[in-house]
């Protein structure tokens, strides 16, 4: 059985009869502050994907982050939908006693969308999207994916091959990115990729018709939006477009970064993350 060695310190918050895996500082630290950072994962991500952000930004702020409904640890329904994932986050924040005014939303790609999706409903402290994007891209392999029986596509597209070395590198990562860094990744990513069940990649197929477009000019609180330069999966004109529907936002785009930006540049994040929360 998968086990996540990144963040054993976890514990079970259960959502509509889902149980979705949570880390949260506070429960080793004490804040003086009553802000709370909420950091939700892409597809197919986990809690370990932030753990360069978490552990820089826990020494000042109160950190959430959690496996989303279907990924990482947490439980794996056979179907997902926007509100599904709307609704946990809303029992997470009870759950812990975090009020929405006191929340930071921090999502990256298809948590973006989550987070942006919330933020567009209810009023929360602040919100930053990274990598985020209006609408799912559909690709031929997302179709294989989505179509296709698991035994064609599953050990050739999600297992430490030759080909998916050179696939991953490609898509998500900018040419400038340390042969080290992608390593990282793919020890952290390995076991949990080749363990998941088909379904956990068939997820977005929920989200083909999903358009935030019309949502976003309804987002009041202060947003930061910040994307790679490099970013193949969610492009740079994709977080212009939410710039341009988000009043109160800014953007920043990084340079020699691409997607999986929450490794190649936390230091660089972070720095835009803090900057952005001692202007709330």
Not at 165 to 175: A, I, K, L
Not at 226 to 252: Q, W
Not at 260 to 271: F, H, M, N, S, T
Request: proline share 5%; aromatic share 10%.
């Amino acid at each position: 059985m998968y086990r996540d060695r990144v963040f054993p310190d976890t514990f079970m918050v259960e959502s509509g009869g889902v149980r979705i895996r949570v880390y949260d500082s506070a429960r080793s630290r004490v804040y003086l502050s009553g802000t709370a950072l909420i950091f939700l994962h892409g597809s197919p991500g986990q809690i370990s994907n932030w753990k360069h952000l978490i552990r820089i930004l826990e020494e000042g702020y109160r950190v959430v982050a959690y496996d989303q409904r279907g990924y990482g640890l947490s439980d794996k329904p056979e179907r997902v939908s926007m509100e599904d994932y709307l609704a946990d986050l809303e029992v997470l924040l009870g759950k812990l006693r975090i009020r929405e005014e006191d929340a930071v939303l921090i999502g990256h790609s298809f948590g973006g969308m989550v987070a942006q999706e919330y933020a567009s409903r209810r009023r929360v402290k602040g919100l930053v999207l990274i990598g985020s994007t209006t609408r799912v891209r559909v690709d031929l392999l997302d179709r294989i994916v989505w179509h296709l029986p698991p035994l064609l596509w599953r050990r050739l597209l999600f297992t430490d091959n030759p080909l998916t070395r050179r696939m991953y590198r490609r898509v998500f990562f900018s040419r400038a990115t340390p042969d080290d860094v992608f390593m990282e990744f793919l020890r952290d990513n390995k076991e949990y990729l080749e363990s998941a069940p088909p379904r956990v990649f068939r997820y977005l197929r929920y989200f083909k018709d999903y358009d935030a477009r019309p949502v976003l000019p309804r987002i009041e609180s202060p947003t930061l939006i910040v994307v790679g330069s490099e970013d193949r999966v969610t492009p740079p004109e994709e977080s212009r477009l939410i710039h341009s529907l988000v009043k109160d936002s800014r953007l920043e785009v990084v340079k020699g970064a691409g997607h999986l930006i929450i490794y190649e540049k936390p230091r660089v994040l972070a720095d835009l993350i803090m900057r952005f929360l001692e202007s709330l």
